[in-house]
């Protein structure tokens, strides 16, 4: 999926005196081939500026380049008519997912030849085993990871990890590994799984991932708990900052029975607001963390 945005330098005069000057501002688009007076009509509504009386743009420009903002209230399918986004990393044999912790091992306890013997002529199948910690891949946290009476992945009902809204916030291509309320304060995050797109995930696979990574702050916490999100998710190798010891933005989020996501990829393919959410682990009780398959589930096109 392909979103735009356009690039341009703007001049604004109110009617009731005074004016506005940007340069360089980036602007959401629902295509990428419209006319100047719908860029200026999207801009001021965007920026929610009364009064206007004029709008001036120049040096416009249209790139390919993911939405930060829910100008566009939902996307369709892409050319295939696909409808599902996948967010998960693939699981293998000996794969770091979070430095220090083991790779899962993958073996057989039943091969295909060995099986033969037991069925029928032509008949095979083979079952594996595989050995891994419960925080490997991408996957989910319940409150019991962090707390010893919290609920476990059994007692997480499915409302707390599917079919959930979804509200993907784009914190790419900024400087700061920091994600502080202030980054956070523009959006409705009441009642959705907010996903927190930094573009880590880039670095899967390679020693970069384990570096001083993107991560959510104690304040960035409290205000999504605060604000009412259902599930706090991110693309990156730790919600909390793992160069250190504290993990304030687990231990606020599991307190407050808020489940969260892990090493999410591909979130570059959901659009900011209109998909939904499936990241629903196996119930086991006495367990608190375990891989999922996360996707997510684009809205239908709409017929004009």
Do not use: C
Request: proline share 8%; no cysteine.
């Amino acid at each position: 999926m392909i979103e735009y945005r356009a690039v341009f330098d703007a001049e604004v005069t109110f009617l009731n005196g005074g004016g506005l000057t940007t340069h360089g501002f980036r602007l959401d688009l629902p295509a990428p081939d419209l006319p100047e007076d719908r860029l200026a009509t999207l801009f001021i509504s965007q920026l929610g500026l009364a009064m206007v009386d004029r709008v001036r743009l120049s040096d416009v420009q249209v790139v390919a380049e993911p939405h930060k903002t829910s100008v566009v209230p939902d996307t369709g399918p892409d050319a295939e008519g696909t409808r599902l986004v996948d967010l998960t990393h693939p699981i293998t044999a000996g794969m770091t997912t979070y430095p220090g912790l083991p790779g899962p091992e993958i073996t057989p306890h039943l091969t295909r030849e060995a099986s033969r013997e037991h069925y029928g002529s032509g008949v095979e199948f083979a079952i594996d085993r595989i050995s891994m910690v419960g925080n490997t891949g991408t996957y989910l946290d319940s409150p019991f990871h962090r707390y010893a009476d919290g609920a476990d992945l059994a007692g997480l009902p499915l409302t707390a990890v599917a079919d959930l809204p979804a509200l993907v916030i784009r914190l790419t291509g900024g400087s700061r590994r920091d994600i502080d309320a202030v980054a956070l304060a523009a959006y409705d995050v009441a009642g959705h799984a907010v996903l927190l797109h930094t573009g880590w995930d880039r670095h899967w696979g390679t020693p970069s991932y384990g570096d001083p990574a993107p991560f959510l702050t104690e304040a960035g916490a409290r205000h999504l708990v605060d604000a009412g999100a259902r599930l706090v998710g991110i693309d990156s190798v730790n919600i909390d900052d793992h160069t250190g010891s504290a993990r304030p933005a687990h231990s606020i989020l599991l307190d407050a029975g808020i489940p969260v996501l892990e090493h999410l990829t591909g979130l570059d393919g959901v659009p900011v607001t209109g998909a939904r959410l499936h990241a629903a682990p196996p119930p086991v009780r006495r367990f608190g963390t375990f891989p999922v398959r996360a996707y997510a589930v684009l809205a239908p096109q709409r017929q004009e």
